[in-house]
C-alpha cells in the first residue's frame, strides 16, 4: 500500500512538473560548479521562469572537471545545450570551431559600458559569442593582519613597491617557526603574469603569436620569483609547497598572491586578514581580469528565448541574485558592492575594482589564445625547473619559450 501511495505521487509529482512547460519554449542551461554555485544558478532559474508565460529553462550541471568533455560530446551527438557558461580558456577554440552562436547583432543593444568587460572570453575576430557573466581578478595581495601585528608592520597599500614587499617579508619570515613572508605562485593567473608585467615583460607579443619570455623585461620578473625563494629566503620553494593546497589559509603566510575566488573560502579564517593591490614592479602594477561569458549554442532552434534568458542573467536581478549568493563577483559594475556585504575583509579588492575604473590599465586581460591550456600546462612544467633550482630562470625560460611556441605554432596553422 504504501508503495503504491509513494508510486501515485511520483505521477502527481511529474505530472504537476511537466505542466508547467506546457504550451512553453523550453531551452536547456548547462553549467558547472559545487553544490553551493549550483544554488545561486538554481535561483536565477527558478526567478527566470516565474516571471516567464513562454520560455522555460532547464537547469542541468556537472562539476568542472567533466564539463568540458560533457559538453564536447553533446555538441558531437547535435544535443547541445542551448545555452551555457564558457571559460575563456576554451573560448578560442570552440568559437573556431563553430560552436557559439554569432550574438553581434543581439549584443547592440547592450551598454557594455556598465560592465566589466573582457574580449578575450566574449569576442572571437570581432564577433560576439558572448555575454559577460561575471569577473575574476587575478594577483590580488592577501595579507595576514595578525601576523603584521604581531611583527610590528603596517599593512599593505597603493605605495609599496617590490622593496617594500620585499622587507616586509624578511622581517615576517621565521623558517624556524614555520612562518614565511610571502608566498607567490607559479602558475600564470595566480601570480607569474602580473610579476612578469611589472618587470616590464609580457608572455607574448601584441598579437599574440610569438613568445616573449626571454626579453630582458620578461627575465626580470622570473629572477624575482626565483631570488625570494633561493637569494632571500622568504618565500618556500616549490618541493615544501607540496601538498599545500592553499598556502594562504594555514595562518603561517604574511603575504600570499592569488586568485578573488578564494575569497568564499577565506569567510571563516581564524585570524585577520585584508586584500591589497599587487606592490608596483620596475615598471608599474598589474593585476589580472579574467571572465565568464554565457553562450548560445549554434544548434540551438529557440534563439529568442535563449537571448531573453540570457539577458536576464546578465541584467540587475540576474546578476544581484549572483552577488547575493557571493560564489562569484558580478560583471555588472552597479551590482559588484552587493558582493562584498558578504564579505567585509575582502573591501581592498572592492577599492581595487573602483580605481580600475578610473585607470583601467592596472587590469590586464589574460593571454588566451587558440591552445592555451596545452602551452600554459607546458610554460608551468618548464618553469617549474627554475621554481625547483634545477636551472637558472633564463634556461628555463628559453626551454619554455621553445616548447610553447611549437604548440603555439601548430594551433595557429590549423
Known amino acids: ?116 568587460f573582457e574580449p578575450t572570453a566574449c569576442e572571437y575576430n570581432g564577433i560576439f559569442y558572448g555575454a559577460p557573466k561575471d569577473i575574476t581578478i587575478g594577483g590580488i595581495l592577501y595579507y595576514n593582519k595578525n601576523l603584521f601585528d604581531k611583527a610590528g608592520l603596517t599593512y599593505p597599500n597603493w605605495d609599496w613597491t617590490w622593496q617594500d614587499w620585499l622587507d616586509a617579508a624578511k622581517k615576517l619570515t621565521n623558517i624556524d617557526a614555520n612562518k614565511w613572508g610571502m608566498y607567490i605562485p607559479t602558475y600564470g593567473e595566480g601570480g607569474l603574469y602580473q610579476i612578469i608585467w611589472g618587470a616590464g615583460g609580457h608572455i607574448l607579443n601584441s598579437d599574440r603569436t610569438q613568445f616573449t619570455l626571454t626579453t630582458p623585461d620578461t627575465l626580470k620578473g622570473l629572477q624575482f620569483m626565483y631570488d625570494v625563494r633561493y637569494k632571500y629566503y622568504v618565500n618556500p620553494s616549490e618541493s615544501y609547497m607540496q601538498g599545500l593546497s592553499d598556502p594562504f589559509m594555514t595562518g603561517n603566510f604574511g603575504t600570499v598572491l592569488g586568485l578573488s575566488s578564494s575569497i568564499v573560502g577565506y569567510k571563516s579564517l581564524p585570524f585577520k586578514w585584508g586584500i591589497a593591490p599587487i606592490p608596483k614592479g620596475p615598471a608599474g602594477r598589474y593585476m589580472s581580469i579574467n571572465q565568464l561569458s554565457y553562450v548560445v549554442s549554434a544548434q540551438s532552434k529557440n534563439i529568442k528565448a535563449d537571448w531573453q534568458f540570457i539577458e536576464f542573467l546578465i541584467g540587475p536581478e540576474g546578476q544581484k541574485i549572483m552577488a547575493e549568493n557571493g560564489q562569484a563577483i558580478p560583471a555588472l559594475k552597479s551590482v559588484v558592492p552587493v558582493y562584498f556585504d558578504n564579505f567585509p575583509q575582502a573591501t581592498g579588492l572592492l577599492d581595487i575594482l573602483n580605481k580600475s575604473n578610473e585607470d583601467p590599465s592596472i587590469l590586464r586581460d589574460i593571454p588566451f589564445t587558440l591552445s592555451w591550456y596545452e602551452w600554459e600546462n607546458m610554460l608551468e612544467s618548464t618553469l617549474e625547473y627554475a621554481w625547483t633550482n634545477t636551472m637558472n630562470p633564463e634556461k628555463a625560460a628559453s626551454m619554455a619559450q621553445q616548447s610553447c611556441q611549437k604548440i603555439l605554432d601548430r594551433a595557429l596553422k590549423q
Open 1 to 116: 500500500m504504501k508503495s503504491n501511495i509513494m508510486f501515485l505521487l511520483v505521477v502527481i509529482l511529474s505530472l504537476a512538473m511537466s505542466l508547467t512547460v506546457i504550451g512553453k519554449t523550453n531551452i536547456t542551461f548547462m553549467v558547472w560548479g559545487n553544490i553551493f554555485e549550483i544554488q545561486a544558478y538554481q535561483r536565477m532559474v527558478d526567478k527566470f521562469n516565474q516571471s516567464q508565460k513562454d520560455v522555460f529553462v532547464n537547469l542541468q550541471s556537472t562539476s568542472w572537471g567533466a564539463y568540458f568533455q560533457t559538453l564536447q560530446n553533446r555538441i558531437a551527438a547535435n544535443n547541445a545545450p542551448d545555452v551555457f557558461v564558457m571559460d575563456g580558456a576554451y573560448f578560442d577554440n570552440f568559437a573556431k570551431e563553430g560552436v557559439f552562436y554569432n550574438l553581434t547583432n543581439l549584443m547592440k543593444d547592450i551598454d557594455l559600458s556598465k560592465y566589466y
